[in-house]
Structure formats: structure tokens, C-alpha cells
């Protein structure tokens, strides 16, 4: 048995990193960068994606930041030309780019009589637009990156996809249907192009993390003072291992479904990183 299965050794590998202007994928695109990996940092938010580029490149590691939107194909199509150019073929796609959006977020956990004559948004006056924005930026921003970067991997060893599901994929959480909906879309998306993918050797698998404190969810789980709100408190009784977990708590399962030695027969699976969430009925 080789000595050094679990060790990932990304080095002449190029990885792409879709959502890399923000907390988590800001954060994948560092371990791979410490991996070895090549990193194309791929955001709507160039600045923000740069300033991550220009930290890792300061640490003495390779990375290049790009202007992206992964809502827009012919955009992603010339941006993997640059990345074709500039460090070479994509190897590791991580597919981060995602997230909510207030207009299709309902303002009560449940729907109450009188609700609809109130100033209450409820189930029955959500954004159509929002919903459709949610569908779009999770669902599309990962197939169309997908499209475009999984042409590079084809004929060509060790290539591996990872997206990113969530705890929302298993059970919906209140509040937020199309985000849940979209993200059980990338949980059996995974699968399906896993399947897909198989014959040619590219392997697909996702993550799925539990509970973060990140900007994104900053609102839905702090108060402006700084207390936790209701939704907090429900969220640590519902985790076994009582806390949010840590963005470092992350590293282990994306290094281990990436590791084309450690996770060479693995394919089409969504990694859980909950805390226990994931497994506990509540009581």
C-alpha cells in the first residue's frame, strides 16, 4: 500500500474555482494553491477575486484572478480560452459560484391566516424574478461551467469535478424554497454527470456543508447587536456537534474527492460536512 494514498499533491495540476471573490470558494482556491494546483479564480467580483489572487501569490503560490460571469456562456468560454493560455488546461473544477437572494426568501417560517392582507411576504407574493435568479445562478452557474471547463479534461488523466450542494438538498429549510430547490438540483445533477462522465474518466462528486457563518448568511443568523437570532438557536439544536462548523472543517473533504489516488473509485457522491445535521431526527 502506497504510503502517501492520502496525501493530495495537486502540483502541474490547474484548478478553477467558480465563486472565488467570497468567503468559502475564496478559501478552496488557497488549500488548492497549497495543494500545488495552479489557480484560476473566477468571480463577477474581479476585485474581490484579485485581492484573493494577490494573497496567495504573495505566499508564493500561483494564482490569477478573472472576471466572470458564470451566467453567460460566451463570457466563460473566452475566460477558459485565458486560463487555457495563462496556466494551462483545467485539471479540478470546483463549481462555488451560488448563493440566495432576499426576493425569493418568505419573511415567516410559516404561513399564518391574514398573512396576504398584511405587508408579510409570503409564499403567495415571492419574486417570480428572484426565484428564477436563484434557479439560474446555482443550477446554470454550475452546468454552464461545467460545459465549458469539462472540454478541457476530456482525453486527459486525473480530471475531477466538485460542486457544491448543501444541507438545504436533504431537508428544505424554511424561508428559503428556491434556494433549497436549487441546491437539490446540484445534489442530483452530480449524479447525473457522474453517470455522464464516467466512460471518459472524469469523476464528479459534490459536498454538501452544513451550517457556516459566512456574509452570505450573516442576516438569517445575527442580529445587529451581535446576539443570535432564533434561527441560530434552532440551527445549534438541530446540530449534534452544537456549533457552525469552520471553513477549515472543509479542506479535508474536498482535498480527499479531488485525491485521484485516495478517491479513485469514487463518483456521483455528495459528502455531507454537517456536524451530525444531517443525521439527527430531533430527538
Sequence with gaps: MEKNVLDTNLSGKVAVVTGAGGVLCSYFAKVLAHAGAKVALLDLNFEAAKAFADEINAEGYIAKAYECNVLDKEICEEVAKNVLSELGACDVL????????????????????????????????????????????????????????????????????????????????????????????????????????????????????GFFSTTQNAKLLWNDDGTPTKRTGKILAATPMGRFGEREELAGGLLFLINSKAASFITGVVLPIDGGFSAYSGV
Design 94 to 209: 470546483i463549481n462555488g459560484a451560488g448563493g440566495n437572494n432576499p426576493r425569493a426568501t418568505t419573511d415567516k417560517e410559516y404561513f399564518e391566516p391574514g398573512d396576504l392582507d398584511s405587508d408579510t411576504k409570503s409564499f403567495f407574493n415571492l419574486d417570480t424574478k428572484g426565484i428564477s435568479f436563484v434557479f439560474d445562478l446555482n443550477f446554470l452557474g454550475t452546468l454552464i461551467p461545467t460545459q465549458v471547463f469539462a472540454k478541457q479534461m476530456i482525453g486527459r488523466k486525473d480530471c475531477t469535478i466538485l460542486n457544491i450542494s448543501s444541507m438545504n438538498a436533504y431537508t428544505p429549510l424554511t424561508k428559503i424554497p428556491a434556494y433549497s430547490g436549487a441546491k437539490a438540483a446540484i445534489s442530483n445533477f452530480t449524479m447525473w454527470l457522474a453517470v455522464h462522465f464516467s466512460k471518459v474518466g472524469i469523476r464528479v462528486n459534490a459536498i454538501a456543508p
